[in-house]
């Protein structure tokens, strides 16, 4: 196995077990099935010891998730051209389709489509590439792949750090201020989201439109979705966070990562890496 993250539990007022401190920590175990998932494969320990869904969480201690050694070659290809934004070495930035789910396990996912669109790594460490954060099925953008073993952990830990920053583009329906910032917390968590209106247009069916860019300092479980609905102006094409009378079918949701920026973790250079609109964007804002 390999360590691919880490991350220092933060003090309790009372002892709460793994199994529901632990959810969301981690980019890659974002629901409470996913941490069981890997607390019962053994990929979950806190101080050094292996956990299990009745470890206690008193604060301080170290949780480290690994990963099982990957093989050589990926159990499974799926045959999907992806468009490649950057590539070196050590890591790699996609530009990820809507409507594709990141990993898990269905056959059609990011993760089995990566070997085939990206070159192997040449150094000593180099494995199978991986995903090391997600974006959700419906939303398009920037996606950070992992090449090599130590390059998988140096960007966990930035995410771990909040050392690397994302910026999204959304359609959202209704009246926003010119910017300002959300900070309505999920699943009882701190949640903090900024934002700025580039544009918007007059709509008949949903009365004003908004092209906004986001820029969210936490990463919680559908969070640009769920602060955009809160203040009732939800992003357009959202079939799970949507008003009466102001759902749009059959294009989709309007959410996009659209920039990620970050100090490379080995060449120490500055990246920022911008994955442009989708088409659906534009027929609306014309850039």
Do not use: C, W
Request: glycine fraction near 6%; avoid cysteine.
């Amino acid at each position: 196995m390999i360590q691919i993250a880490s991350h220092t539990s933060s003090t309790q007022n009372s002892p709460v077990r793994i199994q529901e401190y632990a959810v969301g920590i981690f980019d890659t175990l974002p629901t409470k099935s996913a941490l069981k998932k890997a607390i019962k494969k053994g990929l979950v320990y806190v101080n050094g010891i292996k956990a299990n869904t009745g470890t206690y969480i008193y604060g301080n201690e170290t949780i480290s998730l690994y990963a099982l050694t990957p093989t050589s070659k990926p159990s499974k290809t799926f045959d999907l051209a992806l468009e490649v934004l950057f590539e070196d070495e050590y890591l790699a930035v996609i530009n990820k389709p809507a409507g594709i789910v990141v990993s898990g396990n269905s056959f059609a996912t990011i993760n089995n489509a990566l070997p085939q669109n990206l070159e192997k790594s040449t150094l000593t460490d180099a494995t199978v590439p991986r995903p090391v954060h997600r974006l959700d099925y419906p939303t398009s953008g920037v996606l950070l792949i992992g090449k090599t073993t130590s390059s998988i952990i140096q960007l966990n830990a930035l995410f771990e750090k909040k050392n690397i920053q994302k910026t999204y583009h959304a359609i959202a329906i209704g009246s926003l201020n010119k910017q300002g910032s959300f900070e309505a917390p999920i699943d009882s968590k701190n949640a903090t989201t900024q934002y700025q209106v580039l544009q918007h247009v007059a709509s008949q069916k949903f009365n004003r439109l908004n092209l906004v860019e986001l820029r969210p300092s936490t990463g919680r479980k559908h969070q640009l979705r769920k602060h955009l609905f809160a203040n009732k102006t939800p992003i357009l094409g959202d079939k799970t966070y949507f008003l009466d009378g102001l759902l749009l079918n059959g294009n989709g949701l309007y959410l996009h990562a659209s920039t990620l920026e970050f100090t490379h973790p080995f060449t120490s250079k500055p990246i920022k890496i911008t994955a442009k609109l989708p088409k659906k964007f534009t027929r609306i804002f014309p850039l």
